[in-house]
């Protein structure tokens, strides 16, 4: 059986690489289906996995959106791979890779959502939330709120980041191939604004 720390920052993983997917740059209809559809699945039933990590049904479909996810993924990820992969890189209580995206998912949304708001309208329909005053404030919630609940931190205060660490993460993420296909160019000082607003 998949430790449940593993399963938890694959699942998350999985989601994420559909969402990012979704909103990336690149014109490409066919990844935008997979990524739909891989979030959709991801929605409905990786709190499911997680929390009956036998159960075959909920397994089938997370294993699909986590293939939708990597198929779709080949289109670009964006802010949230960009930061992911500098803590990786720079801070060694970053942990497994999908640990910390409950945490990066609402500011990167927030920072994005001017550029893509109809890919966040369908990344909102794709998870089956009710159109609100601010739909990117409401799916930002939504998926901070989920990896809350499957026990992912969405703040970064309990790493005990120093300002020249953050400004560190920040150049990284700057330079990170995943930011090329971010929705809005995003310069270090953008991501160090991200970083601050998870603290």
Same mark, same amino acid.
């Given at each position: 059986m998949v430790p449940c720390d593993r399963l938890l920052a694959a699942g998350i993983d999985g989601l994420v690489h559909c969402l990012v997917a979704l909103m990336s740059t690149p014109w490409k209809p066919p990844p935008d289906g997979m990524a739909f559809d891989g979030l959709r699945r991801a929605g409905q039933? +990786?709190?499911r996995l997680v929390a009956d990590p036998a159960g075959p049904e909920a397994r089938c479909e997370v294993m699909a959106a986590a293939l939708n996810g990597a198929l779709a993924a080949q289109k670009g990820l964006g802010a949230v791979h960009?930061?992911?992969h500098a803590f990786e890189a720079l801070v060694s209580e970053a942990g497994r890779h999908g640990a910390l995206h409950?945490?990066?998912i609402g500011p990167a949304l927030a920072f994005n959502a001017p550029a893509v708001p109809d890919r966040i309208a369908q990344a909102a329909d794709a998870l089956r939330l009710q159109p609100g005053g601010d739909l990117a404030g409401d799916l930002a919630a939504h998926l901070q709120q989920l990896g809350a609940r499957l026990g992912l931190p969405v703040r +970064?205060?309990? +790493?005990? +980041?120093?300002a020249a660490g953050i400004a560190r993460i920040a150049d990284r993420a700057a330079e990170d191939a995943a930011n090329r296909t971010n929705p809005r160019h995003a310069t270090a000082r953008?991501?160090?604004a991200m970083l601050d607003a998870m603290l």
């Open positions: 039933w +990786l709190e960009a930061m992911a409950a945490a990066f +970064l205060g309990h +790493l005990g +980041l120093t953008d991501y160090r």
